[in-house]
Nanobody, 129 residues
C-alpha cells in the first residue's frame, strides 16, 4: 500500500506561482512513476504531468501546462513536486498526485489516469484574476 499526501495548494494571483508537494509513505515509489492530475467542478479528472524514472527521468505534460509547470521528484525524501508558474484563471482545480502499481515500458501510458492505483486526497489551487 502507498499513502500519498499533497500539500502546497492555495490562492494566488494570475501570473503567480505555487509548488505542490506529494509525500509518499507505506512503500517507496522509487521503482516506477508518479502522476499529477487535476479536477475542476463538474469536469473529469484530467492529466497534468507525469514523471517516470526507470532509465533516467522522463516527463510528460498536458499541452495546456507545457512550459509553465515542471514535475520533479526527490526519492531520498519520497516526495514529488509540481512547480506551477504563470498560473492562469483556467488552472483552478483540485490537484491530485497518484502512483501506479505496475511498470509500463511506454512512459506515455502514465498519462492515463487508469494506470494509477493510489491517489492522494488532493489540494485546492485557486487563481484570482
Amino acid at each position: 500500500q502507498v499513502q500519498l499526501v499533497e500539500s502546497g495548494g492555495g490562492l494566488v494571483q494570475a501570473g503567480g506561482s505555487l509548488r505542490l508537494s506529494c509525500a509518499a509513505s507505506g512503500r517507496t515509489f522509487s521503482s516506477y512513476a508518479l502522476g499529477w492530475f487535476c479536477q475542476a467542478p463538474g469536469k473529469e479528472r484530467e492529466f497534468v504531468a507525469t514523471i517516470t524514472w526507470m532509465s533516467g527521468d522522463t516527463t510528460h505534460y498536458a499541452d495546456s501546462v507545457k512550459g509553465r509547470f515542471t514535475v520533479s521528484r526527490d526519492n531520498a525524501k519520497n516526495t514529488a513536486y509540481l512547480q506551477m508558474n504563470s498560473l492562469r484563471p483556467e488552472d483552478p482545480a483540485v490537484y491530485y498526485c497518484a502512483a501506479p502499481a505496475a511498470w509500463y515500458n511506454n512512459s506515455l501510458l502514465y498519462t492515463n489516469k487508469q494506470r494509477y492505483n493510489y491517489w492522494g486526497q488532493g489540494t485546492q489551487v485557486n487563481v484570482s484574476s
